[in-house]
């Protein structure tokens, strides 16, 4: 599992890797993440993720 710089994650998020969260992300509480998955810089999530890639267009 990788979490970069700056990522808030907040309490009773459970992660199953393997899982890149990128630079500036917000994990919300009760989020659920199983691997693998990349959260790209900057990507807010909530909810529940499975074998996934997730980025902020812009």
């Known amino acids: 599992m990788i979490i970069e710089q ?9 992660i199953k890797g393997p899982a890149y969260i990128g630079k500036n992300s917000l994990i ?20 529940e993720m499975a074998e996934s890639q997730f980025f902020i267009l812009m």
Do not use: L, N, T
């Open 6 to 14: 700056g990522c808030e994650i907040e309490p009773f998020v459970f």
């Open 28 to 47: 919300k509480s009760g989020a659920k993440i199983y691997g693998p998955c990349v959260i790209g810089e900057g990507s807010k999530v909530a909810g």
